[in-house]
């Protein structure tokens, strides 16, 4: 049986437990640092390195985990104006 | 459809009217190709299409450079060679951070059936470059890549569980304040699968805050749509892989996706072993054993919409009931031509 999306409670955070993450990590000063960097590429490759187990910070995200409701969909006697084509 | 349908209860955020008349122009569109695929942006007002488009094209060229795992000056490239030797991190620009974080989003939405760590796997399955090109190294003079037909389930051979070469989306480790990405060994992120769905959302925004008018963008088949809407709505053609158009619905603020095991497809190096698809199982780090030639899903974004149909693909004959149950209205074509449909989704055109 395959397992049902269900809320990952132990992945979400507030955005309270963000900044105490970050700040215990020391993130948070590097993230003002990069925010006068010009480009994208100047962070990554200013900032990055190695990994140890210490230098990890929070993960996930503040996102939902549930779907949002949506309309229905009806079908249309027009003409497309463009497709759906799979991918 | 009308628009007096728009009135109706519902629990979905409606369509943003920055004007309470509908447009009354028909659409104007114009197609571009960025991102391997093929894009379109349909405007209400004609003056606003050439701005759209540059706005279109620009995003599009920041997220290529940012997450793009064919191109080696990628961030994406550029974390995945640092964590070759062992676990990497990097803090990345706001634009791989964001589709990083819908990506994750996705995975979250479909208990991890949409993974954006199968990069590996995808490479190991041939699909290290672009497509065109896989398919050029692999060609099979006896069969077309476009109309391949999957053999059914029961005619695969048995799969291994669990494949190494797939960290798993839990793995990733993102701090989205710091924009610190955290990646095991051997990691390749691959965003392919929610990166261009996100971008139809995130350029829809864009446009609607920058332009007036409404707006339609579809990404290689993942739309999005903000702002006024055309008379009737938005007229959308589900398209099957052989190019037929198989049903036209109405938008009227929903965005769409189809994901299809038939159109992204190449030849396995093993000439005995079926042809593999774009839409890996991050179970078992293979093409998705299913049922469906493709899968059509509306919902509140494209990343979400995209997110449904890659995992009731990879869901084979659980789809149905997953879909209905997160309220996914979905047209779900299988490969013997049945047709199947959720709650929501309605075949018959109204009178």
């Not at chain 1, 948070?28 to 990554?44: E, F, K, P, Q, R």
């Not at chain 2, 728009?6 to 955020?13: E, H, I, K, Q, V």
């Not at chain 2, 007229?235 to 299809?260: M, N, P, W, Y």
């Not at chain 2, 030849?267 to 042809?275: H, I, K, L, N, S």
Request: net charge neutral.
């Amino acid at each position: 049986m395959t397992r049902i999306p269900a809320l990952d409670k132990a992945r979400r955070f507030t955005v309270a437990g963000v900044v105490a993450a970050a700040l215990s990590s020391g993130a948070i000063t590097l993230h003002l640092a990069d925010a006068g960097s010009t480009s994208a590429s100047t962070v990554a490759v200013t900032t990055s390195g190695s990994n140890s187990s210490s230098d990890t910070t929070s993960s996930g995200s503040t996102s939902s985990s549930d779907f949002g409701s949506t309309t229905s969909v009806q079908s249309s006697t027009g003409n497309a104006q463009t497709t759906t084509a799979g991918s | 459809m009308t628009l007096s349908t728009l009135a109706a209860p519902t629990t979905a955020p409606l369509p943003t009217h920055p004007c309470d008349a509908p447009a009354p122009a028909a659409p104007r569109s114009a197609s571009f190709a960025a991102i391997g695929t093929a894009n379109r942006v349909l405007t209400t007002r004609p003056e606003t299409l050439g701005p759209a488009l540059a706005i279109a094209r620009e995003h599009l060229a920041e997220l290529d450079a940012a997450v793009s795992r064919f191109r080696p000056d990628s961030e994406v490239s550029a974390l995945a060679r640092r964590a070759q030797n062992g676990p990497a991190w990097a803090y990345v620009s706001a634009t791989f951070a964001h589709y990083l974080d819908r990506g994750l989003h996705a995975a979250r939405l479909t208990g991890g059936l949409v993974d954006p760590t199968i990069g590996a796997a995808l490479v190991q399955a041939g699909y290290d470059v672009d497509l065109d090109v896989v398919r050029a190294r692999r060609a099979r003079p006896t069969r077309s890549a476009d109309l391949v037909i999957h053999a059914p389930p029961a005619l695969r051979p048995d799969l291994p569980d669990h494949p190494g070469s797939i960290p798993g989306w839990r793995a990733i480790e993102f701090d989205p304040l710091s924009r610190r990405v955290v990646a095991p060994q051997g990691t390749l992120i691959d965003l392919g699968a929610s990166a261009k769905a996100a971008a139809a959302d995130r350029i829809a925004d864009l446009l609607a805050a920058a332009l007036p008018g409404g707006f339609l963008v579809n990404l290689g088949g993942d739309i999005a749509s903000s702002g006024e809407l055309p008379i009737g709505g938005w007229d959308i053609g589900v398209e099957s892989a052989d190019g037929r158009i198989l049903q036209v619905v109405s938008g009227t603020g929903q965005a769409f996706a189809t994901s299809s095991t038939q159109k992204r497809t190449w030849a396995a190096a093993d000439a005995a072993q079926p042809d593999h698809h774009h839409i890996l199982d991050p179970r078992t780090g293979r093409s998705a054993q299913t049922r469906w030639a493709q899968v059509t899903c509306a919902a509140v974004s494209a990343l979400e919409a995209n997110a449904a149909s890659t995992a009731a693909i990879i869901l084979d004959g659980e789809a149905p009931a997953w879909l209905a149950k997160n309220g996914i209205p979905a047209r779900l074509d299988a490969l013997d031509g049945a047709v199947v449909t959720t709650p929501g989704w309605t075949l018959e055109a109204r009178a």
